[in-house]
């Protein structure tokens, strides 16, 4: 999930999680808080990666270190 520390990620996460999805949260912190993921860190299917999603090679190496997460874009 993209802005995945954003206000919208925030109210979206709990809810795929407890739908069973395993989640991977992607955000650079430009304007998403790193302390709504703090419910979810304990979450065995939970991932949080800060990442510029503009930068193609980051990206690429947040997804790929996450492998086997479902992803919400």
Same mark, same amino acid.
Request: proline share 4%; charged share 25%; with cysteine.
């Given at each position: 999930m993209?802005?995945?520390a954003?206000?919208?990620?925030?109210?979206?996460?709990?809810r795929?999680?407890?739908?069973?999805?395993?989640v991977?949260?992607?955000?650079?912190?430009?304007?998403?808080? /790193?302390?709504?993921?703090?419910?979810?860190?304990?979450?065995p299917?939970?991932?949080? /990666?800060?990442?510029?999603?503009?930068?193609?090679? /980051?990206?690429?190496?947040?997804?790929?270190?996450?492998r086997?997460?479902?992803?919400?874009?």
């Amino acid at each position: 999930m993209t802005g995945g520390a954003g206000f919208v990620a925030a109210n979206l996460i709990p809810r795929l999680l407890n739908g069973g999805a395993r989640v991977l949260a992607l955000d650079d912190f430009s304007r998403g808080l /790193a302390e709504h993921w703090a419910p979810f860190r304990n979450e065995p299917r939970f991932a949080g /990666a800060q990442v510029d999603c503009s930068d193609a090679d /980051a990206l690429r190496g947040a997804i790929e270190r996450a492998r086997g997460e479902d992803r919400v874009a």
